[in-house]
């Protein structure tokens, strides 16, 4: 068994790979080039026909799967880690909710940050914002809370699950919506527990392997040196 990862640095595939490291599970990379529209090949459409990173498949079987939180699911359920077992359903309950709130509701919400005239069009992008930083605010504002209530440190309590790994990635791009209006960093930094765990993930020695495998700058991930992430973007 052997993954590859279809995947551009620093967008959606960078959650998966934070797990994919954290397993240690066995994958390679195919590069997406998306600045040349590459997501749009008939090559890549077959993989998933809406065009999007990142794409998850076994060498071995050929099976395919895109969606991040999908992704994080199947790759839970192939390892039987990074979340609760079926066995204790209290536990798996909370996973599942967290899961499919990340992907349902915060990356869906962090799109329409970062994608903002793709939904509401050029004309009201700039009146559609404040809206959107509101919703995102409210959900980070939710999250911390919800780490504080299971006592931490992760976001299901004692163990760290897939669920770290996605809120991680929803929080950097929110900060760093790069072109577009990001959040400001206190909408982060004044939640103690929802930053605590995002420098414990920033530690972790998975992440900085992913972050190096991308060659993305670690020194600005997720909070303080936002403001050199901006600029390491700032050609984008
Ligand atoms: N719902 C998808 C969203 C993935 C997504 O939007 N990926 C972006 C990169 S971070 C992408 O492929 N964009 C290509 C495009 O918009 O053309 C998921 O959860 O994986």
Redesign the pocket.
């Known amino acids: 068994m052997s993954f590859i990862l279809y995947s ?1 640095p620093d ?2 595939s960078h959650v998966v790979r934070m797990a994919l490291e954290e397993l240690g599970a066995p994958y390679r990379d195919e590069i997406v080039d ?1 600045r040349a529209g590459a ?1 749009q090949s008939p090559e890549f459409l077959r993989l998933n026909p809406r ?4 794409v998850l498949a076994d060498e071995v079987s050929g099976a395919t799967i ?4 999908a992704i994080l699911h199947f790759l839970a359920d192939w390892s039987g880690r990074l979340a609760p077992s079926t066995a204790d359903l209290t536990a798996r309950a909370a996973f599942c909710q967290r899961l499919y709130f990340l ?1 349902n509701t915060l ?1 869906a919400d962090a ?1 329409l940050q970062y994608y903002t005239a793709r939904y509401v069009g050029e004309d009201l992008a700039e009146a559609a914002r404040p809206a959107v930083h509101a919703r995102m605010r409210a959900h980070f504002t939710l999250l911390d809370l919800a780490i504080a209530q299971r006592g931490g440190p992760w976001l299901l309590g004692g163990d760290l699950s897939m669920c770290d790994f996605y809120l991680g990635g929803c929080a950097r791009w929110s900060l760093i919506a790069p072109r577009h209006a990001p959040l400001e960093p206190e909408a982060i930094s004044s939640l103690p527990h929802l930053s605590g765990l995002l420098e414990r993930l920033e530690a972790l020695p998975s992440v900085v392997r992913a972050f190096d495998a991308e060659d993305t700058p670690r020194s600005a991930y997720f909070r303080s040196p936002v403001r050199s992430l901006r600029t390491a973007h700032a050609t984008d």
Not at 51 to 54: D, I, S, W
């Open positions: 551009y967008c959606a998306m997501q065009g999007l990173v990142p895109s969606e991040t939180g992907s990356h799109q």
